[in-house]
């Protein structure tokens, strides 16, 4: 993280109160992390920080594209993202576990660096399934020969062929328990 400095926030010179902090993340944010869904983007974020004398409050506003690969098609495309997520930092020598949005910091810290919990709220901001959004026609953005050569591939299944009525009696003892 030696080269996320800008994402470092100096905490001793700090003042009480609230603080705005905006960063710009792009290609070369994501290259810092490794293995992630999302490789690029071009996302604006608005940090809003409330430090108080034994507790800062941070509000993180994410808001952009990144771009992701197709489950469906294995091409790249942009995915639109929002969120807000709110994170408590407090102060203590012993970290203890009270859950995903609060950190723990030593009473001495200089700075705290935001980085890893930016990347975070862009990764979980990501839907589950990674399809190309259908144009205002409700046709697939999708690759189209990919498509194709996965309608060819696709296994056909046959239809359930209608029940033997001569069960239906016996059917009937299963249901009366």
Same mark, same amino acid.
């Given at each position: 993280?030696?080269?996320?400095?800008?994402?470092?926030?100096?905490?001793?010179?700090?003042?009480?109160?609230?603080?705005?902090?905006?960063?710009?993340?792009?290609?070369?944010?994501?290259?810092?992390?490794?293995?992630?869904?999302?490789?690029?983007?071009?996302?604006?974020?608005?940090? !809003?920080?409330? !430090? #108080?004398?034994?507790?800062?409050?941070?509000?993180?506003?994410?808001?952009?594209?990144? !771009?992701? #690969?197709?489950?469906?098609?294995?091409?790249?495309?942009?995915?639109?993202?929002?969120?807000?997520?709110?994170?408590?930092?407090?102060?203590?020598?012993e970290k203890y576990e009270e859950g995903d949005d609060v950190v723990w910091i030593a009473p001495d810290e200089s700075h705290i660096n935001v980085a890893k919990l930016i990347y975070d709220f862009i990764i979980l901001s990501i839907p589950i399934k990674h399809v190309h959004p259908d144009d205002e026609n409700g046709n697939s953005?999708?690759?189209?020969?990919?498509?194709?050569?996965?309608?060819?591939?696709?296994?056909?299944?046959?239809?359930?062929?209608?029940?033997?009525?001569?069960?239906?009696?016996?059917?009937?003892?299963?249901?009366? !328990?």
């Amino acid at each position: 993280m030696a080269n996320l400095k800008a994402y470092n926030i100096a905490l001793k010179g700090l003042g009480t109160g609230e603080h705005r902090f905006d960063y710009q993340v792009e290609r070369k944010f994501f290259e810092y992390f490794d293995g992630g869904i999302a490789e690029d983007g071009d996302i604006s974020v608005v940090l !809003k920080l409330e !430090k #108080q004398s034994s507790l800062i409050v941070l509000w993180f506003h994410v808001e952009g594209t990144v !771009k992701i #690969q197709c489950d469906r098609c294995l091409d790249l495309f942009d995915q639109p993202i929002e969120s807000e997520n709110t994170v408590y930092v407090k102060y203590g020598e012993e970290k203890y576990e009270e859950g995903d949005d609060v950190v723990w910091i030593a009473p001495d810290e200089s700075h705290i660096n935001v980085a890893k919990l930016i990347y975070d709220f862009i990764i979980l901001s990501i839907p589950i399934k990674h399809v190309h959004p259908d144009d205002e026609n409700g046709n697939s953005l999708c690759n189209p020969e990919m498509l194709k050569k996965l309608a060819q591939m696709s296994v056909k299944v046959e239809k359930e062929k209608p029940a033997d009525s001569r069960w239906d009696e016996l059917k009937k003892l299963l249901d009366n !328990k």
